[in-house]
């Protein structure tokens, strides 16, 4: 079981980028995903969590991205899309996703879940 994360870069303020994180070795839609952002000098946090199909796909967001971020399922590619929008320079970090396989199935409290598989990461920097 594998998740990859895709899509970063450099992008201006004002602007949007589209992350995918792509699953391998499961079904996506089954397991509640988490996007997670760790900033030059500060501790990863969790901006972003959907639930399983099976609870609505529900989703949590950080009050810092929240009404500029959205987070949805391509069942096509088994992948968790994060719609980036009006990004800040405070955005700039480095985005990876986990699953979560073992548990409920729908997001828990942002930074509280436990997550089973991580990916990599993908960097977003926000400059002009």
């Known amino acids: 079981l594998q998740v990859v994360e895709s899509g970063g870069g450099l992008v201006q303020p004002g602007g949007s980028l589209r992350l995918s994180c792509a699953g391998s070795?499961?079904?996506?839609?089954?397991?509640?995903i988490g996007w997670f952002r760790q900033a030059p000098g500060k501790v990863r946090e969790e901006i972003a969590c959907?639930?399983?199909?099976?609870?609505?796909?529900?989703?949590n967001f950080a009050d810092s991205v929240k009404g500029r971020f959205t987070i949805s399922r391509d069942n096509g590619q088994n992948a968790v899309i994060l719609e980036m929008n009006s990004l800040k320079p405070e955005d700039t970090g480095h985005y990876s996703c986990?699953?979560?396989?073992?548990?409920?199935?729908?997001?828990?409290?942002?930074?509280?879940?436990?997550?089973?598989?991580w990916g990599q990461g993908t960097q977003v920097t926000v400059s002009s």
């Open positions: 986990a699953v979560r396989i073992v548990g409920s199935t729908y997001c828990s409290q942002l930074g509280s879940g436990r997550y089973d598989y």
């Open positions: 070795g499961f079904t996506a839609d089954m397991y509640p």
């Open positions: 959907i639930s399983s199909r099976s609870a609505d796909d529900s989703a």
